[in-house]
């Protein structure tokens, strides 16, 4: 009986062998037929994280890879994407097609490491490879794409208007559930170019990007400098380069090839006015006179306006979303206020006017996004705190007589705080410990001019008008201590307030006459963009370019650099 049932157990245990055996071979001849065995993506996803470890990509503002490569496999059992039965899918040639196509965007193609993805998919899309190969190659595909995705539309450097991590960020915008989507709906090419930001102002830049593309690729010799010991050429002087301007003017737009030739090498029109167009395109004062920094502005490298395109879409790229409605937006370098009817949407502004903005060495304007939720007729100007200690203290220590001159005075802290205007030893103590603090009362030397619009923010910005008229007539206008001032508030005022009828053009007029301080609040608060961008295209297509008055095209493209830099190293580390 024992002998029986030892049999009958070996029986049974050859029987569940059999089993387990012919089940462990069905597995391996199903996973070999499908391409990568499921460890082969684990292992990948494995040595990615490894590797930007070791290059520190998340000290360049690069995500964790790692999170999104489980996420994008994990939900598939760790399937590969784009390769099976040995070799790789043909929808990864059309991925790759996308990738090569970075340039439109302004972006670097080894940020993506697109000649190793086209080399390998060109091999890998004939023949039986190995697993572990076409692992590889799936995984690097697959996060060049989600590197795409991300950098095309949040950016590639932490956004200037908002402190949360990028991680935070990718929120508003998942790559991976986008690439999900364009592989199940096979609407790769589709889903990337919607991951770009949709406003007219980012598409028009774009569009100059690849004309500017086209221009660089014809000859582009520097014009000749003016003769020696001439400072500038006027309209009717001679100039030995008036036909060589003639076609540089044909070249970038700013002269029809219609135009007659120059005779005589005589700098007249129509060569004036093509000048005057590409001053005015430039930053610069649209007087026609033809002189050094014209000259230098008409000889700058077409790749130096192409890197300035390329910054400026970047800079676009941490813009938030807009909802339809008003918005207001200033460019710093531009010294230029828009405003807009329908919001980033909106074919062309409703108001334009120049602006004055920070001083670029001491004071300069931060890019934000704020609310506009008031506005205040005949404001006080409570001078800061900084302004208050660096600058007023020592001239009221040189010249106690500066406050009355000024229509200024001293204001105790609390709520029944008292109103002083004794210069003195005690008052000028409590003004630098924060004691007492400063305003100029409102009037006709007021810093604010006749009217504020107030918008809420942690850097104390807000745009006013100023008495100070004379300086909107210079071309550069950074001039204040971080506040925007206006050329035509009361333009404003109307723009913000016409959705409140009883706030009509005259009552606004009347408003900003001198008087007694009065806020008024908006019925609906107004999104209030600044920003910072050297390229920009207006409503007509037409590039423009300004100075980068606060190097931060400077900054951006070390950044840039130092990422580019740790990507590199970070592929090559890969393969």
């Known amino acids: 009986m024992v002998a029986h049932s030892w049999r009958n157990e070996i029986r049974l245990l050859r029987t569940l062998a059999a089993v387990i055996v012919g089940f462990v071979i069905g597995v391996a001849q199903a996973v070999a037929a499908a391409g990568p ?3 082969d993506i684990r292992a990948e996803i494995e040595f990615a994280a490894a590797q930007a470890q070791r290059a520190n990509l998340r000290a360049f503002n690069v995500q964790d890879d790692r999170i999104w490569l489980e996420r994008f496999y994990g939900n598939v059992a760790y399937a590969p994407a784009w390769s099976s039965a040995g070799k790789a899918r043909p929808a990864s040639a059309e991925a790759i097609a996308q990738l090569q196509a970075v340039p439109t965007r302004g972006l670097a193609l080894a940020d ?5 993805l086209a080399t390998q998919g060109r091999r890998l899309t004939t023949g039986e490879h190995p697993d572990q190969e076409l692992a590889h190659f799936d995984v690097s595909l697959t996060l060049a794409l989600l590197h795409y995705l991300a950098d095309s539309h949040l950016g590639r450097l932490r956004s200037a208007y908002t402190d949360v ?9 998942d790559p991976v559930e986008q690439l999900r989507t364009a592989l199940a709906q096979d609407r790769l090419a589709q889903v990337i170019a919607a991951a770009e930001p949709g406003f007219p102002i980012y598409r028009r830049l774009k569009t100059a990007l690849a004309q500017y593309r086209q221009l660089a690729a014809q ?3 520097p014009l000749p400098e003016l003769p020696k010991g001439v400072r500038k050429s006027e309209p009717g002087a001679s100039y030995p380069g008036a036909a060589a301007l003639r076609e540089r003017l044909i070249l970038l737009g700013d002269l029809s090839a219609a135009a007659p030739a120059t005779l005589d090498n005589r700098y007249e029109q129509p060569l004036v006015d093509g000048v005057r167009l590409f001053q005015d395109r430039h930053g610069l004062e649209p007087d026609g006179v033809l002189g050094k920094q014209t000259l230098a502005e008409l000889n700058m490298p077409l790749a130096t306006r192409i890197r300035q395109i390329e910054l400026s879409m970047e800079r676009l790229r941490w813009l938030p979303y807009f909802p339809d409605g008003p918005l207001i937006a200033v460019n710093i370098p531009s010294f230029k206020l828009w405003a807009f009817d329908a919001g980033p949407s909106s074919p062309e502004p409703a108001l334009a006017m120049r602006a004055i903005v ?7 304007t931060p890019a934000f996004v704020g609310e506009m939720r008031y506005i205040e007729f005949n404001p006080y100007w409570n001078v800061p705190p900084s302004i208050a200690r660096k600058e007023i203290i020592p001239k009221l220590q040189r010249d106690p007589a500066y406050l009355e001159r000024n229509d200024m005075e001293f204001v ?3 709520k029944n705080a008292a109103v002083s205007t004794t210069v003195d030893a005690a008052a000028l103590a409590a003004l630098g410990a924060g004691q007492l603090r400063v305003r ?3 009037g006709a030397t007021n810093a604010l001019g006749t009217i504020k619009f107030g918008l809420p923010n942690s850097e104390d910005i807000y745009l006013h008008a100023t008495p100070a008229k004379q300086l909107f007539a210079r071309s550069r206008r950074d001039f204040s201590h971080g506040c925007i001032r206006l050329e035509n508030p009361g333009a404003l005022a109307q723009f913000v307030l016409r959705d409140q009828p009883e706030w009509s053009a005259e009552r606004i007029e009347a408003g900003m006459a001198p008087g007694k301080t009065h806020t008024v609040r908006l019925a609906t608060p107004i999104p209030v963009v600044i920003f910072y961008t050297t390229a920009i295209a207006d409503h007509e297509g037409r590039a423009l370019f300004v100075a980068d008055v606060y190097r931060l095209d400077e900054s951006s493209e070390r950044a840039l650099a130092r990422r580019s830099d740790a990507l590199a190293a970070y592929w090559g580390l890969r393969h």
């Open 412 to 414: 105790g802290t609390g």
């Open 440 to 442: 100029q009362r409102p």
């Open 358 to 364: 920070g001083q670029s060495m001491r004071t300069q």
């Open 37 to 39: 065995s499921l460890p």
């Open 219 to 221: 000859p582009f010799s």
């Open 165 to 173: 991590p990028f991680q935070v960020r990718t929120l508003a915008f």
């Open 112 to 116: 993506y490491d697109v000649e190793w």
